[in-house]
Each structure stands twice: as structure tokens, then as C-alpha cells.
């Protein structure tokens, strides 16, 4: 079975201040597929960075960065200088690689709530 | 603009009451998704579709049903049988190429009043 742990239940940051929300996961699979999703007030979740099983490159984009090590199983995500509007839920998301619809069913985290005051 | 529509935002239903949740997408997505989201927890998956005429259950189908008549529609209906509905329902979608992303519409608030 799949899981995956998110164990900042709520961070709360001042503006401009760097913040890492953790995620780390378990799966049998040896292909899989890693999301993070952000969830505004207003209830959507919006998709921030897809990683496959076999690419570790981390990656920054902008103010964003992850950090996927494999070998810890971890896929963490730090926002640079975070501001008000990063204030949200974010969700660490985990799919199996194989085929049919084993991509879209994603096992979730149970999310972390990240206020930012300015 | 492509997306997934998903409504109503709000619906408020009564015990015993039968209800059905609107999603429907314009991406020319195959595979489509519902997801319920419960306060404080990650979303669960209820059920799930491939293509048309077909289905299969989630982790937490009991208490639900849907169709899938048509590619871009894929309604889901809280029955009676649901112990405890109230939650927020989310519709997904997804082109069916692995590694594409995975769409989600603005989520359904249902209340039981």
C-alpha cells in the first residue's frame, strides 16, 4: 500500500522568511510519480511540480525549490522569501508509474496549512 | 478557457436525500476522478473512470455511485446510504499519458442540513 506523511500539521512564517514543508512516502512500486498541489482559500488545488521515481535532479523554479532523495524517500518543498500569498494548504501527493489509471490515483497527504503574516 | 467545471459550490441536502455533483471537462481527458476532502485530511479517492461506459471504486466508494455516459461528463451522486456526506468533493482529470498532469476542479461543498 501507499502512503504518504506530511508531519507539519500548520507552519506559521513572517513574511519573508524561507519555510521547508517536509513530505516523505512509501511505495512498493519502483516507477511512481511525486505531486505537490497547493490549496488557496478558495478551495482548488493547484498543480505546482510533477516528479517521476527516476529523475532526482531537484529542481528551482522561481521562489520554489524541491528536494527529492530517493534514498530517504523524501520530496520536501521550501518556498524562498515567502509572502502573504503563499498562505495555503499544500499537499505532497504520491501515483503509481504504471498503466491504465494507476497515474491519476493519487494518495495524498494530509496537508499542511502555511500562514504567512506579513 | 480548458478546464473542469464542477457545480454546484455549495449544495445543502437532507437526510435521506439523494444528490448529484456536477464535473464536466472540456481537456479531451479520458481518465476522471473523485476525490472527497474531509477537514484536516488529504483527499480520498471514490471512484474512478477510464473511459466511457466505465468505472471502478475507490477507497471510499460505499455510499456513492456515478455514470460515465459521455468522455467529459462524470457525475457523482451521495446517496441516503452515505453515513456522513458532509464534506468537500473534488472532480479530477487526466489525459491518460503518463506524466501529464493531473487537472482538478474547484471542489463541491455539501452540507447535510
Known amino acids: 500500500a501507499q502512503k504518504v506523511t506530511q508531519a507539519q500539521t500548520e507552519i506559521s512564517v513572517v513574511e519573508k522568511e524561507d519555510v521547508t514543508l517536509d513530505c516523505v512516502y512509501e511505495?512498493?512500486?519502483?516507477?511512481?510519480?511525486l505531486f505537490w498541489y497547493k490549496q488557496p482559500p478558495s478551495g482548488e488545488l493547484v498543480f505546482l511540480i510533477r516528479?517521476?521515481?527516476?529523475?532526482?535532479q531537484n529542481e528551482i523554479s522561481g521562489r520554489y525549490s524541491w528536494n527529492f532523495q530517493k534514498s530517504t524517500s523524501s520530496f520536501n518543498f521550501t518556498i524562498t522569501a515567502s509572502q502573504v500569498v503563499d498562505s495555503a494548504v499544500y499537499f505532497c501527493?504520491?501515483?503509481?508509474?504504471?498503466?491504465?489509471?494507476?497515474?491519476?490515483?493519487?494518495?495524498f497527504g494530509q496537508g499542511t496549512i502555511l500562514t504567512v503574516h506579513p | 478557457d480548458g478546464g473542469i467545471t464542477q457545480s454546484p459550490k455549495y449544495l445543502f441536502r437532507k437526510e435521506g436525500q439523494n444528490v448529484t455533483l456536477s464535473c464536466e471537462q472540456n481537456?479531451?481527458?479520458?481518465?476522471m476522478y473523485w476525490y472527497r476532502q474531509d477537514p484536516g485530511q488529504g483527499l480520498r479517492l471514490i471512484y474512478y473512470?477510464?473511459?466511457?461506459?466505465?468505472?471502478q471504486k475507490g477507497d471510499i466508494a460505499e455510499g456513492y455511485s456515478v455514470s460515465r455516459e459521455k468522455k467529459e461528463s462524470f457525475p457523482l451522486t451521495v446517496t441516503s446510504a452515505q453515513k456522513n456526506p458532509t464534506a468537500f468533493y473534488l472532480c479530477?482529470?487526466?489525459?491518460?499519458?503518463?506524466?501529464?498532469?493531473?487537472?482538478f476542479g474547484e471542489g463541491s461543498w455539501l452540507t447535510v442540513v
Open positions: 479530477a482529470s487526466w489525459s491518460g499519458r503518463l506524466g501529464n498532469t493531473i487537472y
Open positions: 516528479r517521476n521515481s527516476f529523475d532526482e
Open positions: 481537456l479531451n481527458h479520458d481518465a
Open positions: 501527493a504520491l501515483s503509481g508509474g504504471g498503466g491504465g489509471t494507476s497515474y491519476g490515483k493519487l494518495t
Open positions: 511505495t512498493r512500486d519502483t516507477t511512481y510519480y
Open positions: 473512470s477510464q473511459i466511457v461506459n466505465d468505472f
